[in-house]
């Protein structure tokens, strides 16, 4: 059974920093491109950034390009977004995606 | 940026019904798009990609077709576990984009 499980989201103050994680498993990780998409509340679904299977290569949406930083670790299992400089418009719930599957994402809230 | 529009936005149909979701693309994306189911608090599930082929497990009253810039997400017979929020994803080129999504109520 394939799953992906984030973590790593919480309250944070405008211009902090934050870092989520996602743990797979039920599929060979290295085989998929993995992205995050995030879901502000009670608006529509954003693509935010992807990374290729072997990490060599990354795409940003404007809007978090310079801000934040996809990653992952193939002998982990595991996908990373680290977020820095945090803005209000930030605040949503992060979706770990890849291989057709969605984790059941990860509330951040930026807010003083 | 490519821009995806769906329509309607919203639609009222009854169990039983036949259900057609269109996607529009800014600029031809050939058939790199995706269809998406979300229910309430939950998150989405794939039900479509490549535009037509059917995501495993997936009942087969849903299907999809289009190519280039028209799309189309078809419900054969609604049934009341597909109320939901549908969205269609284009991934031809970066950024990748939403449609704005389509909620499917009961009439």
């Known amino acids: 059974e394939v799953q992906l499980v984030e973590s790593g989201g919480g309250l944070v103050q405008p211009g902090g920093s934050l870092r989520l994680s996602c743990a797979a498993s039920?599929?060979?990780?290295?085989?998929?491109?993995m992205s995050w998409v995030r879901q502000a509340p009670g608006k529509g679904l954003e693509w935010v950034a992807n990374?290729?299977?072997?990490?060599?290569?990354?795409n940003y949406v404007d809007s978090v390009r310079g801000r934040f930083t996809i990653s992952r670790d193939n002998a982990e299992s595991s996908l990373c977004l680290q977020m820095n400089t945090l803005r209000a418009e930030d605040t949503a719930v992060y979706y770990c995606?890849?291989?057709?599957?969605w984790g059941q994402g990860t509330l951040v809230t930026v807010s003083s | 940026d490519i821009q995806m529009t769906q329509s309607p936005s919203s639609l009222s149909a009854s169990v039983g019904d036949r259900v057609t979701i269109t996607c529009r693309a800014s600029?031809?994306?050939?058939?790199?798009l995706e269809w998406f189911q979300q229910k309430p608090g939950k998150a989405p599930k794939r039900l479509i990609y490549?535009?037509?082929t059917l995501q495993s497990g997936v009942p087969s009253r849903f299907s999809g077709s289009g190519s280039g810039t028209e799309f189309t997400l078809t419900i054969s017979s609604l049934q009341p576990e597909d109320f939901a929020t549908y969205y269609c994803?284009?991934?031809?080129?970066?950024?990748?984009?939403f449609g704005q999504g389509t909620k499917v109520e009961i009439k």
């Open positions: 490549a535009a037509s």
């Open positions: 600029q031809g994306i050939r058939n790199d």
């Open positions: 990374i290729k299977k072997d990490g060599n290569e990354k």
């Open positions: 994803l284009q991934h031809n080129s970066y950024p990748w984009t």
């Open positions: 995606v890849g291989a057709g599957y």
């Open positions: 039920g599929f060979t990780f290295s085989n998929y491109w």
